[in-house]
Every structure is written in structure tokens, then in C-alpha cells.
């Protein structure tokens, strides 16, 4: 009896080794192009309305901590031309926006302070502005490249 009772109180186990990897992940994506942008002429003397667009937006996640969004531009604006983006960003830890920012062939910082967030379409704001001493130019484009690096 004593040889059943301590049968009935053993137990058999089986051990294993789970072995994982979270990656680091940053991604950014941005939704179809803004609408064509058009000054096309000024009050008598005064210099011409800028126009703009926030027809498109930006999506961000990331997992690690602080990333930062930066924009360039593949080529200077013409002379008496800029072209300025906005990203409307959340705030806290999704990201402080930067407010607008001109574009050029160096990058300029749009949203910081990002850490451990994801953003679905936020806001893209561009203006286009000219002063008189722009000259005319017709379907002109500009590539705009955003990217996420460490704050």
C-alpha cells in the first residue's frame, strides 16, 4: 500500500528553452501626393497669396526611443520660392511637432521626441509661398523625402 500511495504522489516534468528576438522597428510611411500647387498672380502691389495643402498625411511606429522626423527636399526651391511642411503630430511621447519648417536640400526636423509610439495619419500641411521676384515656372516637382533617425 505504501509502494501505491507514494506512486500516486510522483509527478514527471520536461523542461524548455524558449529562445525570442524582438527587433528594433521604425517605420514611416506617407499617403498619395498633395494636389497641384498654383500661384498664379498677386493683388497690384502686393506680393502673391501663398497656398497650401493638407491633403496628405504621415504614419509612424516605432518601439525604441527617441526618433525624431526630418524632411529634405531633392533639389533647392527656385529663387523667391519656398515650400514649407507641417506635421501635425499628437504630442507626449507620439512626438512633439516641430511647427513649419522650410524645405530644402538639407533636412529639417518635423516631429521629435518620439518614443515607443504609433501614428496613423497625421496631418501633412505644405505652403507654398513666392515673392514678386519669382520667376514664372510651370509644373515644376520637388521629391520629399521623410525619414526617422534618432532624436
Known amino acids: ?75 533647392d526651391m527656385p529663387t523667391g520660392v519656398t515650400l514649407q511642411v507641417h506635421i501635425a503630430s499628437p504630442g507626449g511621447a507620439q512626438g512633439i511637432s516641430q511647427g513649419a519648417q522650410p524645405l530644402t536640400m538639407t533636412s529639417a526636423d518635423l516631429v521629435t521626441g518620439i518614443s515607443k509610439a504609433a501614428v496613423q495619419d497625421a496631418t501633412i500641411t505644405y505652403t507654398l509661398s513666392a515673392t514678386t521676384t519669382a520667376d514664372p515656372i510651370e509644373n515644376e516637382t520637388r521629391t520629399v523625402t521623410f525619414t526617422m533617425t534618432a532624436d
Do not use: C, H
Open 1 to 75: 500500500m505504501l509502494a501505491l500511495s507514494m506512486n500516486a504522489f510522483a509527478s514527471w516534468t520536461a523542461e524548455q528553452l524558449v529562445t525570442f528576438t524582438i527587433g528594433a522597428s521604425n517605420e514611416i510611411s506617407v499617403s498619395g501626393p498633395p494636389r497641384l500647387m498654383e500661384i498664379l498672380a498677386a493683388s497690384a502691389g502686393e506680393e502673391p497669396d501663398p497656398v497650401t495643402d493638407n491633403n496628405t498625411s504621415i504614419s509612424y511606429s516605432t518601439n525604441s526611443s527617441n526618433k525624431k522626423i526630418s524632411a529634405g527636399i531633392d533639389t
